[in-house]
């Protein structure tokens, strides 16, 4: 059974949009748990509140916070948007498209954030103490490669014609 309106397209965007969006807030929970709290290389203002007191540890603290409640929300909406994608018979389940989509988001998160808060901003480096590095790069590097992966992995996913869980009848 394909998943196929009635004029017989199919409708991949609403699955890609949700797994950017999932990529995103799961690329930010990835950088705020390793990079912030596992390794402690960074914290969302370090280079400009270094942690030398406990005031600027409570800040970094606060807007550390803050970026988790964004990464929260960006996977609460992808999920979200997940599940309305799945009541779709024109969406077909793609898992080329949805792990595209994914690596996609993820590259979004790591090229637009290390560009404003790294090399704009200069509010935060990925090893703190060596100040814009190589490790800079090699983030926007990464955030690139995931991009032109997942765009290859949903342009390959196209072909996919797998039925929506709506339309399989799984979800009413």
């Given at each position: 059974?394909?998943?196929?309106?009635?004029?017989?397209?199919?409708?991949?965007?609403?699955?890609?949009?949700?797994?950017?969006?999932?990529?995103?807030?799961?690329?930010?929970?990835?950088?705020?748990?390793?990079?912030?709290?596992?390794?402690?290389?960074?914290?969302?203002?370090?280079a400009k509140?270094?942690?030398?007191?406990?005031?600027?540890?409570?800040?970094?603290?606060?807007?550390?916070?803050?970026?988790?409640?964004?990464?929260?929300?960006?996977?609460?909406?992808?999920?979200?948007?997940?599940?309305?994608?799945?009541?779709?018979?024109?969406?077909?389940?793609?898992?080329?498209?949805?792990?595209?989509?994914?690596?996609?988001?993820?590259?979004?998160?790591?090229?637009?954030?290390?560009?404003?808060?790294?090399?704009?901003?200069?509010?935060?480096?990925?090893?703190?103490k060596l100040?814009?590095?190589?490790?800079?790069?090699?983030?926007?590097?990464?955030?690139?490669?995931?991009?032109?992966?997942?765009?290859?992995?949903?342009?390959?996913?196209?072909?996919?014609?797998?039925?929506?869980?709506?339309?399989?009848?799984?979800?009413?």
């Amino acid at each position: 059974m394909t998943a196929t309106t009635r004029s017989g397209e199919t409708n991949s965007r609403p699955l890609i949009a949700a797994g950017t969006l999932l990529g995103i807030g799961m690329g930010g929970f990835v950088d705020g748990i390793l990079f912030h709290q596992i390794l402690q290389l960074h914290s969302m203002l370090s280079a400009k509140l270094p942690k030398t007191s406990i005031v600027n540890v409570e800040v970094n603290m606060f807007w550390d916070g803050l970026f988790h409640a964004f990464t929260w929300v960006m996977t609460a909406l992808g999920l979200a948007m997940l599940w309305r994608a799945g009541q779709k018979p024109e969406v077909p389940w793609s898992s080329r498209t949805f792990a595209g989509s994914l690596l996609l988001g993820w590259g979004i998160f790591n090229l637009v954030e290390g560009i404003i808060d790294h090399h704009i901003l200069g509010i935060h480096h990925v090893v703190e103490k060596l100040g814009l590095s190589i490790y800079d790069y090699l983030f926007l590097l990464v955030g690139a490669v995931f991009a032109f992966a997942g765009t290859l992995l949903v342009r390959q996913g196209r072909q996919d014609s797998a039925a929506s869980p709506a339309a399989m009848g799984r979800v009413r």
